[in-house]
Protein backbone atom coordinates (compact mmCIF):
# COMPACT_ATOMS: atom_id res chain seq x y z
CA UNK A 1 0.00 0.00 0.00
CA UNK A 2 2.58 2.64 1.34
CA UNK A 3 5.09 1.85 -1.34
CA UNK A 4 2.45 2.83 -4.17
CA UNK A 5 2.28 6.65 -2.85
CA UNK A 6 4.97 8.41 -4.94
CA UNK A 7 6.04 12.50 -4.35
CA UNK A 8 3.97 13.18 -7.18
CA UNK A 9 1.02 11.80 -5.58
CA UNK A 10 1.11 13.98 -2.58
CA UNK A 11 2.39 17.33 -5.02
CA UNK A 12 -1.81 17.85 -5.94
CA UNK A 13 -2.56 19.63 -8.68
CA UNK A 14 -0.10 22.58 -9.75
CA UNK A 15 -3.20 24.10 -11.07
CA UNK A 16 -5.21 24.13 -7.95
CA UNK A 17 -2.14 25.88 -5.72
CA UNK A 18 -1.92 28.24 -8.44
CA UNK A 19 -5.53 29.30 -8.06
CA UNK A 20 -5.53 28.95 -4.48
CA UNK A 21 -2.50 31.62 -4.47
CA UNK A 22 -4.52 34.04 -6.05
CA UNK A 23 -7.74 33.79 -4.06
CA UNK A 24 -5.52 34.33 -0.97
CA UNK A 25 -3.80 37.50 -3.74
CA UNK A 26 -7.17 39.01 -3.93
CA UNK A 27 -8.26 38.65 -0.44
CA UNK A 28 -4.67 40.36 0.70
CA UNK A 29 -5.45 42.91 -2.22
CA UNK A 30 -8.91 43.78 -0.19
CA UNK A 31 -7.56 43.74 3.09
CA UNK A 32 -5.05 46.13 2.45
CA UNK A 33 -7.37 48.41 0.71
CA UNK A 34 -9.46 49.06 3.81
CA UNK A 35 -6.80 49.56 6.05
CA UNK A 36 -4.75 51.91 3.43
CA UNK A 37 -8.63 54.21 3.25
CA UNK A 38 -8.84 54.00 6.88
CA UNK A 39 -5.83 55.47 6.92
CA UNK A 40 -6.43 58.02 4.77
CA UNK A 41 -9.14 59.33 6.00
CA UNK A 42 -7.45 59.32 9.79
CA UNK A 43 -4.80 61.41 8.21
CA UNK A 44 -7.08 63.99 6.41
CA UNK A 45 -8.65 64.67 9.89
CA UNK A 46 -5.91 64.49 11.90
CA UNK A 47 -4.22 67.58 9.46
CA UNK A 48 -7.20 69.66 9.43
CA UNK A 49 -8.29 68.79 13.32
CA UNK A 50 -4.99 69.90 14.28
CA UNK A 51 -4.75 72.96 12.57
CA UNK A 52 -7.80 73.78 13.83
CA UNK A 53 -6.93 73.41 17.36
CA UNK A 54 -3.88 75.29 17.32
CA UNK A 55 -5.53 78.11 15.81
CA UNK A 56 -8.56 78.38 18.15
CA UNK A 57 -8.36 80.23 21.59
CA UNK A 58 -8.55 77.51 24.08
CA UNK A 59 -11.25 79.83 26.51
CA UNK A 60 -13.54 79.33 22.71
CA UNK A 61 -13.91 75.56 23.77
CA UNK A 62 -15.53 75.93 26.76
CA UNK A 63 -18.52 78.76 26.35
CA UNK A 64 -21.70 79.05 26.53
CA UNK A 65 -22.96 76.76 23.86
CA UNK A 66 -21.79 75.56 20.06
CA UNK A 67 -22.19 78.72 17.72
CA UNK A 68 -19.51 78.49 15.18
CA UNK A 69 -19.98 81.24 13.13
CA UNK A 70 -19.60 83.68 15.99
CA UNK A 71 -16.65 81.80 17.39
CA UNK A 72 -18.04 79.95 20.00
CA UNK A 73 -17.06 76.51 19.97
CA UNK A 74 -18.61 74.84 23.40
CA UNK A 75 -17.45 71.07 22.85
CA UNK A 76 -19.33 69.81 25.74
CA UNK A 77 -22.71 70.98 24.11
CA UNK A 78 -22.53 68.85 21.29
CA UNK A 79 -20.76 66.11 23.29
CA UNK A 80 -23.71 66.29 25.89
CA UNK A 81 -26.05 66.45 23.06
CA UNK A 82 -24.71 63.20 21.32
CA UNK A 83 -24.81 61.33 24.61
CA UNK A 84 -28.24 62.60 25.71
CA UNK A 85 -29.88 61.14 22.28
CA UNK A 86 -27.92 58.37 22.31
CA UNK A 87 -29.00 57.73 26.22
CA UNK A 88 -32.35 58.21 25.05
CA UNK A 89 -32.50 56.30 22.29
CA UNK A 90 -30.64 53.15 23.89
CA UNK A 91 -33.07 53.57 26.51
CA UNK A 92 -35.65 53.08 24.71
CA UNK A 93 -33.64 50.43 21.88
CA UNK A 94 -31.96 48.09 24.64
CA UNK A 95 -35.27 46.52 26.52
CA UNK A 96 -37.31 46.56 22.82
CA UNK A 97 -34.87 45.14 20.75
CA UNK A 98 -33.50 42.43 23.59
CA UNK A 99 -37.14 41.63 24.57
CA UNK A 100 -38.13 41.27 20.89
CA UNK A 101 -35.21 39.01 20.44
CA UNK A 102 -35.54 36.55 23.31
CA UNK A 103 -39.67 36.66 22.05
CA UNK A 104 -38.14 35.74 18.37
CA UNK A 105 -35.22 32.71 19.70
CA UNK A 106 -37.04 31.37 22.59
CA UNK A 107 -40.54 31.96 22.92
CA UNK A 108 -42.38 32.46 18.91
CA UNK A 109 -43.89 29.57 17.57
CA UNK A 110 -42.25 28.48 14.20
CA UNK A 111 -44.93 30.58 12.61
CA UNK A 112 -44.82 33.75 14.37
CA UNK A 113 -41.53 34.15 13.72
CA UNK A 114 -41.49 33.30 10.14
CA UNK A 115 -44.04 36.29 9.93
CA UNK A 116 -42.08 38.85 12.16
CA UNK A 117 -38.62 38.20 11.47
CA UNK A 118 -39.32 39.71 8.10
CA UNK A 119 -40.98 42.94 9.50
CA UNK A 120 -38.75 43.60 11.88
CA UNK A 121 -35.78 43.54 8.47
CA UNK A 122 -38.23 45.97 6.87
CA UNK A 123 -38.29 48.19 10.36
CA UNK A 124 -34.30 47.94 9.94
CA UNK A 125 -34.28 48.93 6.35
CA UNK A 126 -36.45 51.88 6.77
CA UNK A 127 -34.38 55.35 5.58
CA UNK A 128 -33.13 57.49 8.45
CA UNK A 129 -34.38 60.68 6.65
CA UNK A 130 -38.08 58.90 6.52
CA UNK A 131 -37.74 58.32 10.86
CA UNK A 132 -36.18 61.66 11.06
CA UNK A 133 -39.26 62.94 9.18
CA UNK A 134 -41.72 60.48 11.75
CA UNK A 135 -40.07 61.82 14.68
CA UNK A 136 -40.89 66.06 13.56
CA UNK A 137 -44.47 65.52 12.91
CA UNK A 138 -45.47 62.25 15.09
CA UNK A 139 -43.08 61.61 17.76
CA UNK A 140 -42.79 65.33 18.98
CA UNK A 141 -46.52 66.50 18.55
CA UNK A 142 -48.24 63.24 19.62
CA UNK A 143 -45.86 61.98 22.46
CA UNK A 144 -43.32 64.35 23.35
CA UNK A 145 -45.54 67.24 23.40
CA UNK A 146 -48.24 65.10 24.72
CA UNK A 147 -46.67 64.33 28.00
CA UNK A 148 -44.46 67.32 28.26
CA UNK A 149 -46.24 70.08 27.80
CA UNK A 150 -43.97 72.52 27.42
CA UNK A 151 -41.46 70.64 25.20
CA UNK A 152 -40.75 72.48 22.07
CA UNK A 153 -41.42 71.27 18.36
CA UNK A 154 -38.05 70.74 18.12
CA UNK A 155 -36.20 68.56 21.48
CA UNK A 156 -33.41 66.44 21.70
CA UNK A 157 -36.03 63.95 23.00
CA UNK A 158 -38.02 63.33 20.39
CA UNK A 159 -34.46 62.63 18.17
CA UNK A 160 -33.43 60.27 21.34
CA UNK A 161 -36.92 58.46 20.63
CA UNK A 162 -36.79 58.53 16.88
CA UNK A 163 -32.78 57.21 17.26
CA UNK A 164 -34.41 54.54 19.55
CA UNK A 165 -36.93 53.16 16.90
CA UNK A 166 -33.75 53.22 14.66
CA UNK A 167 -31.06 51.22 16.21
CA UNK A 168 -34.13 48.51 17.38
CA UNK A 169 -34.48 46.12 15.30
CA UNK A 170 -30.67 46.28 15.22
CA UNK A 171 -30.18 45.12 18.30
CA UNK A 172 -32.96 42.80 17.94
CA UNK A 173 -31.30 41.15 14.88
CA UNK A 174 -28.11 40.71 15.81
CA UNK A 175 -28.97 39.80 19.10
CA UNK A 176 -31.39 37.25 17.73
CA UNK A 177 -29.22 35.74 15.90
CA UNK A 178 -27.03 35.39 18.74
CA UNK A 179 -29.23 33.80 21.33
CA UNK A 180 -30.33 31.04 17.96
CA UNK A 181 -27.02 30.19 17.63
CA UNK A 182 -26.64 28.82 21.14
CA UNK A 183 -27.05 25.47 20.57
CA UNK A 184 -30.39 23.09 21.28
CA UNK A 185 -28.39 20.77 23.67
CA UNK A 186 -28.11 23.87 26.49
CA UNK A 187 -31.28 24.37 26.56
CA UNK A 188 -32.36 20.76 26.69
CA UNK A 189 -29.97 20.90 29.70
CA UNK A 190 -31.63 23.80 31.14
CA UNK A 191 -34.96 22.06 31.08
CA UNK A 192 -33.82 18.56 31.87
CA UNK A 193 -33.00 20.00 35.09
CA UNK A 194 -36.88 21.77 35.46
CA UNK A 195 -35.72 25.01 34.52
CA UNK A 196 -38.51 26.86 33.02
CA UNK A 197 -38.81 28.95 29.91
CA UNK A 198 -38.04 32.50 31.61
CA UNK A 199 -35.29 31.04 33.77
CA UNK A 200 -33.86 28.99 30.90
CA UNK A 201 -33.36 32.06 28.46
CA UNK A 202 -31.73 34.34 31.54
CA UNK A 203 -29.61 31.83 32.74
CA UNK A 204 -28.35 29.71 29.80
CA UNK A 205 -29.19 31.35 26.63
CA UNK A 206 -28.52 34.89 27.67
CA UNK A 207 -24.91 34.07 29.16
CA UNK A 208 -24.40 31.64 26.47
CA UNK A 209 -25.37 34.68 23.92
CA UNK A 210 -23.71 37.50 26.22
CA UNK A 211 -20.77 37.87 23.40
CA UNK A 212 -23.22 38.69 20.19
CA UNK A 213 -25.64 40.59 22.40
CA UNK A 214 -23.00 42.67 23.30
CA UNK A 215 -21.77 43.10 20.23
CA UNK A 216 -25.14 44.21 18.99
CA UNK A 217 -25.63 46.37 21.94
CA UNK A 218 -22.48 48.35 21.14
CA UNK A 219 -23.00 48.48 17.30
CA UNK A 220 -26.19 49.88 17.94
CA UNK A 221 -24.64 52.67 20.76
CA UNK A 222 -22.19 53.83 18.10
CA UNK A 223 -25.01 53.65 15.50
CA UNK A 224 -26.49 56.11 17.56
CA UNK A 225 -23.91 58.23 17.87
CA UNK A 226 -23.02 58.67 14.63
CA UNK A 227 -26.76 58.83 13.39
CA UNK A 228 -27.16 62.59 11.54
CA UNK A 229 -30.40 62.52 9.65
CA UNK A 230 -33.11 62.46 12.72
CA UNK A 231 -30.95 64.50 15.08
CA UNK A 232 -30.28 67.14 12.17
CA UNK A 233 -34.63 67.02 11.51
CA UNK A 234 -35.80 66.73 15.12
CA UNK A 235 -33.29 68.06 17.17
CA UNK A 236 -33.48 71.36 15.88
CA UNK A 237 -30.34 73.77 16.50
CA UNK A 238 -28.87 73.36 13.16
CA UNK A 239 -27.37 76.74 13.69
CA UNK A 240 -25.71 76.59 17.05
CA UNK A 241 -26.87 75.39 20.42
CA UNK A 242 -27.00 76.59 24.07
CA UNK A 243 -25.40 74.02 26.20
CA UNK A 244 -28.08 72.01 28.51
CA UNK A 245 -28.93 68.74 29.92
CA UNK A 246 -32.69 69.26 29.63
CA UNK A 247 -33.44 66.64 26.58
CA UNK A 248 -36.48 68.26 26.25
CA UNK A 249 -34.57 71.38 25.02
CA UNK A 250 -33.62 71.41 21.19
CA UNK A 251 -29.53 70.44 20.92
CA UNK A 252 -26.81 69.79 18.42
CA UNK A 253 -25.01 66.11 17.88
CA UNK A 254 -21.49 65.98 16.88
CA UNK A 255 -22.99 64.84 13.41
CA UNK A 256 -25.64 67.12 13.42
CA UNK A 257 -22.59 70.32 13.85
CA UNK A 258 -20.74 68.65 11.35
CA UNK A 259 -23.79 68.05 9.18
CA UNK A 260 -24.58 71.75 9.18
CA UNK A 261 -21.11 73.27 8.88
CA UNK A 262 -21.22 71.49 5.17
CA UNK A 263 -24.32 72.15 3.66
CA UNK A 264 -25.28 75.33 5.62
CA UNK A 265 -27.02 78.32 3.55
CA UNK A 266 -24.40 80.55 4.57
CA UNK A 267 -21.39 78.34 3.52
CA UNK A 268 -18.47 78.18 5.93
CA UNK A 269 -16.82 75.93 3.41
CA UNK A 270 -13.30 76.56 1.93
CA UNK A 271 -11.66 77.80 4.79
CA UNK A 272 -11.62 79.80 8.08
CA UNK A 273 -11.55 78.46 11.56
CA UNK A 274 -15.33 77.31 11.93
CA UNK A 275 -14.86 75.24 8.76
CA UNK A 276 -11.94 73.33 10.59
CA UNK A 277 -14.04 72.62 13.62
CA UNK A 278 -15.83 70.40 11.08
CA UNK A 279 -12.99 67.97 10.81
CA UNK A 280 -11.99 68.35 14.44
CA UNK A 281 -15.62 67.51 15.38
CA UNK A 282 -15.71 64.57 13.20
CA UNK A 283 -12.25 63.21 14.67
CA UNK A 284 -13.70 63.43 18.14
CA UNK A 285 -16.81 61.26 16.98
CA UNK A 286 -14.37 58.67 15.48
CA UNK A 287 -12.02 58.53 18.51
CA UNK A 288 -15.04 57.61 20.59
CA UNK A 289 -16.46 55.16 18.08
CA UNK A 290 -13.18 53.78 17.91
CA UNK A 291 -12.80 52.88 21.54
CA UNK A 292 -16.45 51.87 21.68
CA UNK A 293 -15.70 49.42 19.27
CA UNK A 294 -12.80 48.52 21.14
CA UNK A 295 -14.14 48.10 24.50
CA UNK A 296 -17.00 45.57 23.08
CA UNK A 297 -13.73 43.44 21.99
CA UNK A 298 -11.99 43.38 24.70
CA UNK A 299 -15.84 42.21 26.66
CA UNK A 300 -15.95 39.62 24.24
CA UNK A 301 -12.96 38.97 24.49
CA UNK A 302 -12.91 38.47 27.91
CA UNK A 303 -16.05 36.41 28.04
CA UNK A 304 -14.71 33.85 25.17
CA UNK A 305 -11.38 33.35 27.44
CA UNK A 306 -13.12 32.77 30.56
CA UNK A 307 -15.67 29.88 28.99
CA UNK B 1 -31.01 -8.01 44.42
CA UNK B 2 -30.58 -4.51 44.97
CA UNK B 3 -27.65 -4.57 47.32
CA UNK B 4 -25.83 -6.60 45.00
CA UNK B 5 -22.54 -5.31 43.72
CA UNK B 6 -22.09 -4.80 40.12
CA UNK B 7 -18.38 -5.81 40.37
CA UNK B 8 -19.70 -9.06 40.69
CA UNK B 9 -20.53 -9.07 37.46
CA UNK B 10 -17.30 -8.33 36.12
CA UNK B 11 -15.15 -10.32 38.23
CA UNK B 12 -13.31 -11.43 35.05
CA UNK B 13 -12.74 -8.61 32.29
CA UNK B 14 -14.16 -10.79 29.75
CA UNK B 15 -17.04 -9.67 30.84
CA UNK B 16 -16.67 -6.42 29.81
CA UNK B 17 -15.06 -6.67 26.50
CA UNK B 18 -16.81 -9.60 25.16
CA UNK B 19 -18.58 -8.68 22.43
CA UNK B 20 -22.25 -9.22 21.40
CA UNK B 21 -21.02 -10.40 18.06
CA UNK B 22 -18.55 -12.74 19.28
CA UNK B 23 -20.78 -14.14 22.29
CA UNK B 24 -23.36 -16.75 20.07
CA UNK B 25 -25.32 -16.23 22.95
CA UNK B 26 -25.29 -14.12 26.01
CA UNK B 27 -23.74 -16.55 28.53
CA UNK B 28 -26.43 -16.76 31.44
CA UNK B 29 -24.35 -16.91 34.42
CA UNK B 30 -23.60 -13.31 33.23
CA UNK B 31 -26.87 -12.00 33.40
CA UNK B 32 -26.77 -10.93 37.09
CA UNK B 33 -29.46 -7.87 36.28
CA UNK B 34 -32.87 -9.24 36.08
CA UNK B 35 -34.69 -11.28 38.21
CA UNK B 36 -36.42 -8.65 40.43
CA UNK B 37 -38.57 -9.70 42.79
CA UNK B 38 -41.85 -7.97 41.56
CA UNK B 39 -42.61 -6.39 45.09
CA UNK B 40 -42.27 -2.71 43.63
CA UNK B 41 -45.00 -0.96 41.93
CA UNK B 42 -45.60 0.42 39.07
CA UNK B 43 -44.38 4.27 38.53
CA UNK B 44 -44.66 5.09 35.24
CA UNK B 45 -46.67 3.48 32.45
CA UNK B 46 -46.37 4.21 29.13
CA UNK B 47 -49.71 2.91 27.26
CA UNK B 48 -49.96 2.67 23.24
CA UNK B 49 -47.87 5.43 22.80
CA UNK B 50 -47.16 6.72 19.60
CA UNK B 51 -44.50 9.77 18.48
CA UNK B 52 -44.89 11.87 15.13
CA UNK B 53 -42.11 14.05 13.78
CA UNK B 54 -44.59 15.99 11.58
CA UNK B 55 -45.63 13.17 9.42
CA UNK B 56 -43.45 10.82 10.65
CA UNK B 57 -44.82 8.05 12.64
CA UNK B 58 -41.66 7.40 14.73
CA UNK B 59 -42.51 5.55 17.84
CA UNK B 60 -45.95 3.05 16.88
CA UNK B 61 -48.09 2.07 19.95
CA UNK B 62 -45.53 1.34 22.41
CA UNK B 63 -46.50 0.18 26.09
CA UNK B 64 -44.21 -0.05 28.94
CA UNK B 65 -44.72 -0.36 32.62
CA UNK B 66 -41.80 0.99 34.98
CA UNK B 67 -41.60 -0.49 37.99
CA UNK B 68 -40.41 1.50 40.87
CA UNK B 69 -36.61 1.37 42.00
CA UNK B 70 -35.66 -0.98 39.48
CA UNK B 71 -32.90 -0.26 36.63
CA UNK B 72 -35.40 -0.27 33.43
CA UNK B 73 -32.96 -1.00 30.02
CA UNK B 74 -34.04 -0.14 26.79
CA UNK B 75 -32.00 -1.60 23.72
CA UNK B 76 -32.31 -2.22 20.07
CA UNK B 77 -30.41 -0.97 16.61
CA UNK B 78 -30.36 3.15 16.23
CA UNK B 79 -33.35 4.78 15.39
CA UNK B 80 -35.72 2.92 16.24
CA UNK B 81 -37.30 5.11 18.66
CA UNK B 82 -35.61 4.43 22.03
CA UNK B 83 -34.34 7.85 22.71
CA UNK B 84 -38.04 9.12 21.30
CA UNK B 85 -40.01 7.28 24.17
CA UNK B 86 -37.48 7.96 26.73
CA UNK B 87 -38.26 11.69 26.45
CA UNK B 88 -42.03 11.26 26.40
CA UNK B 89 -41.48 9.93 29.81
CA UNK B 90 -40.00 13.66 31.04
CA UNK B 91 -41.73 15.86 28.11
CA UNK B 92 -38.72 16.39 26.57
CA UNK B 93 -40.56 15.90 23.32
CA UNK B 94 -42.70 19.02 24.02
CA UNK B 95 -39.33 20.76 22.65
CA UNK B 96 -39.69 20.08 19.31
CA UNK B 97 -42.28 21.84 17.80
CA UNK B 98 -42.95 19.45 14.93
CA UNK B 99 -43.44 16.49 17.81
CA UNK B 100 -46.42 14.96 18.58
CA UNK B 101 -47.58 12.28 21.14
CA UNK B 102 -50.49 10.31 21.62
CA UNK B 103 -51.70 7.55 23.83
CA UNK B 104 -50.97 7.89 27.82
CA UNK B 105 -48.37 7.96 30.04
CA UNK B 106 -48.98 8.07 33.97
CA UNK B 107 -46.74 8.78 36.58
CA UNK B 108 -47.74 7.29 39.90
CA UNK B 109 -51.52 7.79 38.11
CA UNK B 110 -51.42 10.77 36.91
CA UNK B 111 -51.18 11.56 33.40
CA UNK B 112 -48.45 13.34 32.09
CA UNK B 113 -49.89 15.02 29.08
CA UNK B 114 -53.17 15.89 30.97
CA UNK B 115 -54.31 19.86 31.14
CA UNK B 116 -52.81 21.09 34.13
CA UNK B 117 -49.56 18.89 34.07
CA UNK B 118 -46.75 21.96 33.78
CA UNK B 119 -43.70 19.81 32.28
CA UNK B 120 -41.45 22.39 34.34
CA UNK B 121 -42.67 20.30 37.49
CA UNK B 122 -42.62 16.87 35.73
CA UNK B 123 -38.64 17.42 34.96
CA UNK B 124 -38.02 17.89 38.21
CA UNK B 125 -39.55 14.59 39.76
CA UNK B 126 -37.74 12.96 36.26
CA UNK B 127 -34.42 14.48 35.69
CA UNK B 128 -32.43 12.85 32.18
CA UNK B 129 -29.07 12.33 31.37
CA UNK B 130 -28.94 12.92 27.32
CA UNK B 131 -26.96 11.42 24.63
CA UNK B 132 -24.59 13.67 24.16
CA UNK B 133 -22.57 15.38 26.89
CA UNK B 134 -24.27 18.81 27.34
CA UNK B 135 -22.41 20.81 29.99
CA UNK B 136 -23.06 24.67 30.57
CA UNK B 137 -21.01 26.71 29.44
CA UNK B 138 -19.98 27.47 32.97
CA UNK B 139 -17.80 26.46 35.74
CA UNK B 140 -18.14 23.19 36.66
CA UNK B 141 -19.27 24.44 40.34
CA UNK B 142 -22.40 26.47 38.66
CA UNK B 143 -23.19 23.26 36.49
CA UNK B 144 -23.48 21.41 39.61
CA UNK B 145 -25.60 23.84 41.68
CA UNK B 146 -27.61 24.86 38.56
CA UNK B 147 -30.61 22.67 39.45
CA UNK B 148 -30.44 22.77 43.00
CA UNK B 149 -30.40 26.72 42.77
CA UNK B 150 -33.65 27.05 40.53
CA UNK B 151 -35.26 24.39 43.16
CA UNK B 152 -34.62 26.83 46.01
CA UNK B 153 -32.19 24.28 47.20
CA UNK B 154 -31.38 25.43 51.08
CA UNK B 155 -28.97 23.19 52.26
CA UNK B 156 -25.24 23.43 52.05
CA UNK B 157 -24.46 23.86 48.36
CA UNK B 158 -20.86 22.92 48.31
CA UNK B 159 -21.36 19.84 50.58
CA UNK B 160 -24.10 19.34 47.65
CA UNK B 161 -21.39 19.81 44.94
CA UNK B 162 -19.22 17.33 46.17
CA UNK B 163 -21.23 14.80 46.79
CA UNK B 164 -23.01 14.77 43.52
CA UNK B 165 -19.31 14.84 42.01
CA UNK B 166 -18.07 11.98 43.91
CA UNK B 167 -21.13 9.78 43.37
CA UNK B 168 -20.46 10.21 39.41
CA UNK B 169 -17.16 9.35 40.26
CA UNK B 170 -15.80 13.13 39.19
CA UNK B 171 -14.76 14.60 42.00
CA UNK B 172 -10.65 13.42 42.22
CA UNK B 173 -10.44 14.62 38.92
CA UNK B 174 -12.13 18.33 39.29
CA UNK B 175 -11.90 18.69 43.16
CA UNK B 176 -8.78 21.47 42.26
CA UNK B 177 -10.51 23.18 39.78
CA UNK B 178 -14.13 23.36 40.36
CA UNK B 179 -14.05 27.24 38.86
CA UNK B 180 -12.69 26.24 35.37
CA UNK B 181 -14.71 25.81 32.74
CA UNK B 182 -16.79 22.91 32.21
CA UNK B 183 -15.69 23.07 28.48
CA UNK B 184 -12.34 22.54 29.98
CA UNK B 185 -12.98 18.54 30.80
CA UNK B 186 -13.13 15.68 28.32
CA UNK B 187 -15.73 14.31 26.80
CA UNK B 188 -16.01 11.13 29.19
CA UNK B 189 -15.78 13.70 32.10
CA UNK B 190 -18.04 16.20 30.93
CA UNK B 191 -20.59 13.21 30.31
CA UNK B 192 -19.78 12.31 34.33
CA UNK B 193 -20.30 15.63 35.01
CA UNK B 194 -23.75 15.66 33.27
CA UNK B 195 -24.92 12.56 35.28
CA UNK B 196 -23.61 14.62 38.58
CA UNK B 197 -25.64 17.70 38.06
CA UNK B 198 -28.88 15.70 37.10
CA UNK B 199 -28.09 13.56 40.38
CA UNK B 200 -27.60 17.19 42.38
CA UNK B 201 -31.33 17.51 42.10
CA UNK B 202 -32.25 14.34 43.29
CA UNK B 203 -35.32 13.65 40.54
CA UNK B 204 -37.35 10.88 41.85
CA UNK B 205 -36.69 9.08 38.28
CA UNK B 206 -33.61 9.21 36.27
CA UNK B 207 -33.68 9.10 32.66
CA UNK B 208 -30.26 7.91 31.13
CA UNK B 209 -29.68 8.26 27.31
CA UNK B 210 -26.85 5.90 26.70
CA UNK B 211 -25.04 7.31 29.45
CA UNK B 212 -21.30 5.39 29.15
CA UNK B 213 -21.36 5.76 25.80
CA UNK B 214 -18.34 8.21 25.89
CA UNK B 215 -16.71 6.33 28.83
CA UNK B 216 -13.65 4.28 29.28
CA UNK B 217 -14.21 0.72 30.96
CA UNK B 218 -13.25 1.94 34.51
CA UNK B 219 -15.59 4.98 34.35
CA UNK B 220 -18.32 2.95 33.16
CA UNK B 221 -17.97 0.78 35.56
CA UNK B 222 -18.23 3.60 37.99
CA UNK B 223 -21.03 4.60 36.58
CA UNK B 224 -23.14 1.23 37.02
CA UNK B 225 -21.78 0.91 40.43
CA UNK B 226 -23.70 4.51 40.52
CA UNK B 227 -26.35 2.97 39.49
CA UNK B 228 -27.02 0.37 41.45
CA UNK B 229 -26.27 2.69 44.32
CA UNK B 230 -29.20 5.36 42.79
CA UNK B 231 -31.68 2.09 42.46
CA UNK B 232 -32.29 1.96 46.48
CA UNK B 233 -33.45 5.41 45.86
CA UNK B 234 -34.38 6.06 42.42
CA UNK B 235 -36.33 4.73 39.33
CA UNK B 236 -34.12 4.07 36.48
CA UNK B 237 -34.43 4.04 32.65
CA UNK B 238 -31.41 3.81 31.02
CA UNK B 239 -31.06 3.73 27.22
CA UNK B 240 -27.87 1.63 25.98
CA UNK B 241 -26.36 -0.24 22.76
CA UNK B 242 -24.04 -2.24 25.10
CA UNK B 243 -25.41 -5.81 25.81
CA UNK B 244 -23.50 -6.44 28.22
CA UNK B 245 -24.38 -3.30 29.62
CA UNK B 246 -28.22 -4.09 30.01
CA UNK B 247 -27.85 -7.37 31.12
CA UNK B 248 -25.56 -6.28 34.29
CA UNK B 249 -26.84 -3.24 35.20
CA UNK B 250 -31.37 -3.87 35.00
CA UNK B 251 -33.90 -5.54 36.40
CA UNK B 252 -36.01 -5.53 33.06
CA UNK B 253 -35.41 -4.93 29.19
CA UNK B 254 -37.21 -3.46 27.06
CA UNK B 255 -36.23 -4.75 23.14
CA UNK B 256 -37.16 -2.40 20.16
CA UNK B 257 -37.45 -2.96 16.74
CA UNK B 258 -37.24 -0.54 13.49
CA UNK B 259 -40.90 -2.50 11.77
CA UNK B 260 -41.55 -1.57 8.17
CA UNK B 261 -45.41 -2.22 7.58
CA UNK B 262 -46.96 -1.00 5.00
CA UNK B 263 -43.84 0.79 3.64
CA UNK B 264 -43.60 2.64 6.47
CA UNK B 265 -40.75 2.46 9.30
CA UNK B 266 -41.94 3.32 12.85
CA UNK B 267 -40.19 2.09 16.23
CA UNK B 268 -42.25 -0.87 18.23
CA UNK B 269 -41.21 -2.24 21.29
CA UNK B 270 -40.70 -6.22 19.96
CA UNK B 271 -40.24 -7.21 23.77
CA UNK B 272 -40.38 -6.41 27.33
CA UNK B 273 -39.43 -8.78 30.22
CA UNK B 274 -37.16 -9.43 33.15
CA UNK B 275 -33.55 -8.74 31.79
CA UNK B 276 -32.62 -12.39 32.85
CA UNK B 277 -35.70 -13.95 30.69
CA UNK B 278 -35.03 -11.34 27.81
CA UNK B 279 -31.30 -12.41 27.66
CA UNK B 280 -31.60 -16.16 28.23
CA UNK B 281 -35.13 -17.54 26.34
CA UNK B 282 -35.77 -14.60 24.40
CA UNK B 283 -39.70 -15.38 23.27
CA UNK B 284 -39.01 -13.39 20.04
CA UNK B 285 -36.99 -14.64 16.90
CA UNK B 286 -35.85 -10.84 16.58
CA UNK B 287 -34.83 -10.51 20.01
CA UNK B 288 -32.46 -13.56 19.97
CA UNK B 289 -31.03 -12.31 16.79
CA UNK B 290 -30.67 -8.93 17.95
CA UNK B 291 -29.06 -9.86 21.39
CA UNK B 292 -26.47 -12.29 20.19
CA UNK B 293 -25.34 -10.51 17.42
CA UNK B 294 -26.91 -12.46 14.43
CA UNK B 295 -28.65 -8.96 13.51
CA UNK B 296 -29.34 -7.76 10.08
N1 LIG C 1 -36.29 16.05 16.15
C1 LIG C 1 -36.60 15.12 15.24
N2 LIG C 1 -37.25 15.47 14.11
C2 LIG C 1 -37.58 14.54 13.19
N3 LIG C 1 -37.30 13.23 13.29
C3 LIG C 1 -36.67 12.82 14.39
C4 LIG C 1 -36.27 13.73 15.42
N4 LIG C 1 -35.65 13.03 16.39
C5 LIG C 1 -35.64 11.75 15.99
N5 LIG C 1 -36.25 11.60 14.80
C6 LIG C 1 -36.46 10.34 14.06
O1 LIG C 1 -37.16 9.44 14.88
C7 LIG C 1 -36.63 8.14 14.79
C8 LIG C 1 -36.22 7.64 16.16
O2 LIG C 1 -35.14 8.43 16.63
P1 LIG C 1 -34.50 8.21 18.05
O3 LIG C 1 -33.53 9.31 18.26
O4 LIG C 1 -35.56 8.03 19.06
O5 LIG C 1 -33.72 6.83 17.83
P2 LIG C 1 -32.79 6.02 18.84
O6 LIG C 1 -33.39 4.70 18.99
O7 LIG C 1 -32.56 6.80 20.08
O8 LIG C 1 -31.45 5.90 18.00
P3 LIG C 1 -29.93 5.95 18.50
O9 LIG C 1 -29.64 4.63 19.09
O10 LIG C 1 -29.16 6.16 17.24
O11 LIG C 1 -29.80 7.06 19.46
C9 LIG C 1 -35.46 8.23 13.82
O12 LIG C 1 -35.89 7.77 12.56
C10 LIG C 1 -35.13 9.68 13.77
O13 LIG C 1 -34.65 10.04 12.51
MG1 LIG D 1 -30.91 7.81 20.89
Known sequence: MTQSITTVDLTGDPRRRRKERRVRAIFLAAGLASIAISALIIVALSGEAWRFISQVDPAALFTVGWFPRRGLYDIPTLIIATVLIAGIGMLVAVPLGLGAAAYLSEYASPRARRRLKPTLEILAGIPSVVLGFWALTFISPEIVQRVFTSAKPFTMMAAGLGVGVLITPLIATVSEDAMRAVPTSLREASYGLGASRSTTVRSVVFPASLSGVVASLILALSRAMGETMIVFMAAGAVGGALRTFNPLEPGQTMTAAVASLATGSDQVAGEGLAFQSLFFVGLLLFLITLSLNSISNRLVRRYRNRY | ?296
Open chain 2, 1 to 296: MSDRSPNDAVSGESALFDGAARAPEVDAARVTGGSPDNTHDVIISLEDVDVYYGDFHAVDSVSVPIREKEITAFIGPSGCGKSTVLRTINRMNDLIPTARVEGSVTYHGVDLYGGNVDPVQVRRHIGMVFQKPNPFPKSIYDNISFGPKIAKYDGNMDDLVEESLNRAALWDEVKDKLDDSAYALSGGQQQRLCIARAIATSPDVLLMDEPASALDPIATLRIEELMYELKQDYTIIIVTHNMQQAARVSDRTAFFNIDIQNGQRAGRLVEFSETATLFTTPSEKTTEDYITGRFG
